[in-house]
T-cell receptor
Framework: GAVVSQHPSWVICKSGTSVKIECRSLDFQATTMFWYRQFPKQSLMLMATSNEGSKATYEQGVEKDKFLINHASLTLSTLTVTSAHPEDSSFYIC????????????FGPGTRLTVL | KNQVEQSPQSLIILEGKNCTLQCNYTVSPFSNLRWYKQDTGRGPVSLTIMTFSENTKSNGRYTATLDADTKQSSLHITASQLSDSASYICVVSTSGTYKYIFGTGTRLKVLA
């Protein structure tokens, strides 16, 4: 149980375009999901906390107009990278908090974004 | 400042050998400590979780220890296999916000 999926697993786009990444909890409902980015040989950095039915909470330094998060249902959160630039190229990982636990998160497999 | 530091940064061992990875943290208030395995290009997968009162936790060939007094943890891998090649990340959770604070990871390479 507690499976989290992401789609797509990898995407290549041109500079200036927008890219949407989906995060789904497959076998449980997640009121809270998290979005992380990871640069090569570095650890995960929390970008934002996504709460179902409310606005996301962004970490300091993360542009909310650049990284749009929508958590419209209990099993789906989306991250849209708007007007992507090469410096946005990274590995984006989502996680979903298991309900009725204090902080148990299950991670998705990640999405590799390359902006040309 | 809440920080999690891991050592070594990278490690190469021969198949069948044992190894120990270290994690030091300065996180307060402490909730729990987890070890994750992250294969290249994949998301992290949980290996162990320990709360303040737990000293050791095993998961197959993985054994984690926690010394809450010195704020140190270790992950011991026994009889390593090629499939153990991955990054191992120590994650500490704070009580209250329950956010995850990630260590920088140890990249383990197991050679045949």
């Amino acid at each position: 149980g507690a499976v989290v999926s992401q789609h797509p697993s990898w995407v290549i786009c041109k500079s200036g375009t927008s890219v949407k990444i989906e995060c789904r909890s497959l076998d449980f409902q997640a009121t809270t999901m998290f979005w992380y980015r990871q640069f090569p040989k570095q650890s995960l950095m929390l970008m934002a906390t996504s709460n179902e039915g409310s606005k996301a909470t962004y970490e300091q330094g993360v542009e909310k107009d650049k990284f749009l998060i929508n958590h419209a249902s209990l099993t789906l959160s989306t991250l849209t990278v708007t007007s992507a630039h090469p410096e946005d190229s990274s590995f984006y990982i989502c996680s979903a908090k298991l309900p009725r636990t204090i902080d148990e998160q299950f991670f998705g497999p990640g999405t590799r974004l390359t902006v040309l | 400042k809440n920080q999690v530091e891991q050592s070594p940064q990278s490690l190469i061992i021969l198949e069948g050998k044992n190894c120990t990875l270290q994690c030091n943290y300065t996180v307060s208030p402490f909730s729990n400590l987890r070890w994750y395995k992250q294969d290249t290009g994949r998301g992290p997968v949980s290996l162990t979780i320990m709360t303040f009162s737990e000293n050791t936790k095993s998961n197959g060939r993985y054994t984690a220890t926690l010394d809450a007094d010195t704020k140190q943890s270790s992950l011991h891998i026994t009889a390593s296999q090629l499939s153990d090649s991955a990054s191992y990340i120590c994650v500490v959770s704070t009580s209250g916000t329950y956010k995850y604070i990630f260590g920088t990871g140890t990249r383990l390479k197991v050679l045949a």
